[in-house]
C-alpha cells in the first residue's frame, strides 16, 4: 500500500470502529500478504458491529410492543368511558 492509501485505511478502520490493536493486526497481515487472514480481521468486526444492531432491534421491538399495548389500552379504555 501507498503511505496515502495506508492512512486511508487506517482512518477507515478506524471509522468502522476497529480497536487500535485490530487494526495493527489487520495492517500487519495485509502487509505479509496475508489477505484471507487479514479480511478475517474484518468480518470479525462486522459482526460484532451486526449483532449490536440484532441486540438494538431486540430493544426497539420491546418498545414498539409496549407503545401498541399502551395505545390499545387507551383506545379501550377510551371506549368504554364513552358507555358508562
Sequence with gaps: MYDECEEAVIQNLRDAGCMPEAIALFMRLYA???SKEALRV????????LQKIHADEKRIQCLD?????LR???????TRGNRA
Excluded: A
Excluded at 474484518?42 to 458491529?49: K, P
Excluded at 390499545?72 to 377510551?78: A, D, I
Design 42 to 49: 474484518i468480518y470479525m468486526q462486522r459482526n460484532e458491529l
Design 72 to 78: 390499545f389500552q387507551e383506545g379501550t379504555s377510551g
Design 65 to 69: 410492543y409496549l407503545m401498541y399495548k
Design 32 to 34: 505479509e500478504g496475508e
